[in-house]
C-alpha cells in the first residue's frame, strides 16, 4: 500500500508499507518513508502483545511510523540517502494529519469471455453439412 502525507516544515513525503503473506496480514511488517530530499527511513514491525489482544491494522502502522518519522527517531544513517531499520514503537501516538493513499493505474479488465449457448449454437462456418437425399 502506498500513501503519501505532507508536513508544514518538510514538504510532502511517500510511504510504503510492504506486509508479507497472501493478503498482507502476516509479520513482519515493514514501512519505507520518503522524504522530499530523498533519505529513505525503514521500520519494522514484529508483534510483542501476547494474547487475544487485537492487532494493529496496517494504516495503524503507517501512522505510528510517521509519528517516528517525524520525531526523527529513524535510527543511524547507513549510507548516501538511506536510514537504517527501525523498529516501531506501538506505544507511540499514531500521526494525526491527512493520509491520502496511491493507487497504481490498473487497466480496465478484459471482455468476458461470451460462449454459445445450447438453445442457439454457434453455426460451424467453412463446414461442410451432409443433407440426406430421399431415395
Known amino acids: 500500500m502506498n500513501f503519501s502525507f505532507s508536513t508544514p ?62 520525531q526523527g527517531d529513524a535510527g543511524e544513517r547507513r549510507g548516501e540517502g538511506h536510514v537504517e531499520c527501525a523498529e516501531i514503537d506501538d506505544t507511540l501516538a499514531p500521526f494525526k494529519g491527512t493520509l491520502t493513499q496511491i493507487r497504481p493505474f490498473a487497466p480496465p479488465p478484459p471482455p468476458p469471455r461470451v460462449r454459445p449457448s445450447r438453445i442457439m449454437p454457434k453455426s460451424a462456418a467453412g463446414r461442410a453439412t451432409c443433407v440426406k437425399e430421399a431415395a
Open 9 to 70: 516544515h518538510s514538504g510532502a513525503c511517500l510511504v510504503k508499507l510492504w506486509a508479507s503473506g497472501r493478503y498482507g496480514f502476516s509479520l513482519p511488517k515493514k514501512v519505507e518513508i520518503t522524504g522530499p530530499d530523498g533519505v529513505t527511513a525503514t521500520f519494522q514491525y514484529h508483534s510483542r502483545k501476547v494474547g487475544l489482544t487485537a492487532e494493529l491494522t496496517n494504516r495503524t502502522l503507517v501512522r505510528i511510523a510517521i509519528a517516528q518519522f517525524l
